[in-house]
């Protein structure tokens, strides 16, 4: 029959501790008493590329070059963002291949690429900066952009078969297996567990008479899954700290003017040979630390009164040994 719980206890919750916590040998609680100093190795979780393609495109893009005093000599870009349709006939798709479960075929196509271009005089200094759109990869004659379709440097669609054994991420609003931008805006700045799209884009021509330029574009589509390993440790790296000259000496000023802080708390060795994760072990404090006890109002908890730690002269009561009710011998 099950066991009744008693009336008036306060059952406490299951504990889920490291394996191994209670094994024999030197006492050493992590959670009171961390360790310092350099690892031999670290667990790392990282994102790992398991399969990835790149291609390469090209177009001419218009600009439209802003009003700046001086003369613009030359120019820059990079890509902030890349845009595609989800659904339709001008979507990018991602399908699983019949038969062959661990590889998908991404189909990319109409892709809206933003760029952030910067404009700069012969001297090098930046004279301003905008935002330009190109379509790369028109699906049509009817899609923006089809005007520079070429079909061996900017077809109507490429596509692309890549391995992703743990499947990849799905879409929000439709539930259908997608690929993510990953680049340089704040919106779409981090790596996904999935397919991931990155662009890098290179300035092959720029005619500031025509106001226009020609950009290649470098696309890769990479499968990413986050997964832990263990690395050997070869030291930390060290931040070359910026230098200040002081003009006081006080106590703010030593700090400032001195060495960087880093944290010195060492990650713990997981596994062997160290099984650093078995020092959690509850050791018996070596002194009283004398920081009292706070009494519970009457009536937080149900079942017997709680003593305030005294025998009602002020001395400090015996230690009650009892057990806790549904534990022990009795169980």
Do not use: W
Request: contains cysteine; glycine residues 10%.
């Amino acid at each position: 029959m099950p066991k009744s719980k008693q009336g008036g206890c306060k059952c406490r919750p299951k504990r889920y501790i490291s394996n191994g916590v209670n094994t024999t040998g030197k006492c050493r609680d992590l959670c009171v008493d961390p360790v310092c100093g350099d690892p031999d190795s670290l667990t790392l979780l990282a994102p790992v590329v398991y399969d990835e393609l790149g291609i390469n495109l090209c177009r001419a893009v218009p600009l439209d070059i802003p009003t700046v005093t001086g003369t613009v000599a030359s120019i820059s870009a990079q890509v902030t963002n890349i845009g595609f349709a989800s659904t339709g006939p001008t979507a990018t798709t991602v399908a699983p291949i019949s038969g062959r479960p661990n590889c998908y075929l991404v189909t990319l196509t109409s892709l809206n690429v933003t760029f952030a271009v910067s404009f700069y005089d012969c001297a090098k200094r930046l004279l301003a900066t905008s935002t330009v759109n190109a379509t790369y990869l028109p699906t049509d004659n009817t899609a923006d952009g089809y005007a520079y379709y070429d079909e061996d440097t900017n077809p109507d669609s490429v596509e692309l078969e890549i391995f992703a054994p743990y499947g990849v991420a799905a879409d929000s609003g439709t539930g259908s297996p997608t690929i993510q931008f990953t680049g340089l805006n704040t919106g779409a700045n981090m790596v996904h567990q999935g397919l991931n799209l990155l662009a890098i884009p290179k300035i092959l021509d720029f005619d500031p008479s025509d106001q226009t330029a020609t950009i290649g574009l470098s696309l890769y589509v990479k499968s990413i899954y986050f997964s832990q390993y263990k690395i050997p440790h070869l030291g930390r790296a060290m931040v070359p700290k910026a230098c200040l000259q002081p003009t006081a000496d006080t106590l703010c000023m030593d700090f400032v003017s001195g060495d960087l802080l880093d944290l010195s708390i060492k990650p713990l060795e997981l596994g062997p040979p160290k099984f650093e994760e078995y020092l959690k072990q509850e050791c018996q404090p070596p002194c009283d630390p004398g920081c009292g006890t706070l009494a519970p109002v009457a009536g937080d908890f149900p079942g017997p009164a709680v003593s305030d730690g005294t025998d009602g002269a002020g001395a400090p009561a015996a230690a009650d040994n009892s057990p806790v009710p549904g534990e022990g011998a009795g169980e």
